[in-house]
C-alpha cells in the first residue's frame, strides 16, 4: 500500500511540474516584462530600427503608431499565450477537450494577473497602469479559450460517434 501512496504522489508531482511549470514561467516573464526594463521608451529604439529597416522614410507619428500597435498586440499576445498554458494546466491531460470550468478558471486567472500586471506596472518609474491595457489583456485570453472552444467543437463535430 505504501508503494501506491509513493507512485501516486510521483505522478501527481511530475503532472504539477509538467503543467503548471510553464504557468509559473510566463508569470515570472510577463512580471519582468512589466518592469522599466521594457517601457515604450526602453524598447522604442529598437522598434524604430527594425521599422525604418522596412521603411527608410517614415514619419515620426507612423513610427509612434508603429510602437503603439506593436507593445498593444504583444500584450494581447502574451495574454493569449497565458490563457492557453492555463487551459492546458486546468486540464492537465483529461481527455476530454473542453470543459467551460476550465475555461473559466483560466479566464478568471489571467484577468486578475491582468489588473495585478497594470498595478504592478502603477509603481515603476517610466509606466503607468491602466485599465484598457488590463481589459485588452484579457481580450487575448478570451480570445485565446474561444479558438480553443471551437476547435474543440469542431472536433467533437467530425468525430465518429
Not at 85 to 110: T, V
Request: proline content about 2%; charged content about 20%.
Amino acid at each position: 500500500m505504501a508503494e501506491n501512496i509513493t507512485a501516486a504522489r510521483a505522478a501527481t508531482t511530475i503532472r504539477i511540474v509538467w503543467y503548471w511549470l510553464p504557468v509559473a514561467m510566463m508569470f515570472g516573464l510577463m512580471y519582468y516584462f512589466s518592469t522599466d526594463v521594457f517601457s515604450a521608451d526602453n524598447t522604442r529604439n529598437i522598434f524604430e530600427k527594425i521599422f525604418l529597416w522596412f521603411s527608410p522614410h517614415a514619419s515620426k507619428r507612423d513610427i509612434l503608431t508603429f510602437n503603439y500597435v506593436l507593445r498593444k498586440s504583444a500584450h494581447f499576445m502574451e495574454y493569449a499565450i497565458l490563457g492557453g498554458l492555463l487551459f492546458r494546466a486546468f486540464r492537465a491531460g483529461d481527455p476530454m477537450r473542453w470543459r467551460f470550468k476550465w475555461a473559466l478558471y483560466s479566464f478568471l486567472l489571467a484577468a486578475s494577473w491582468a489588473v495585478l500586471d497594470e498595478l504592478h506596472q502603477s509603481f515603476t518609474v517610466k509606466r503607468g497602469g491602466s485599465l484598457w491595457d488590463s481589459l485588452l489583456d484579457s481580450s487575448g485570453a478570451l480570445f485565446i479559450l474561444t479558438m480553443i472552444w471551437i476547435v474543440a467543437r469542431w472536433r467533437r463535430a467530425g468525430s465518429p460517434a
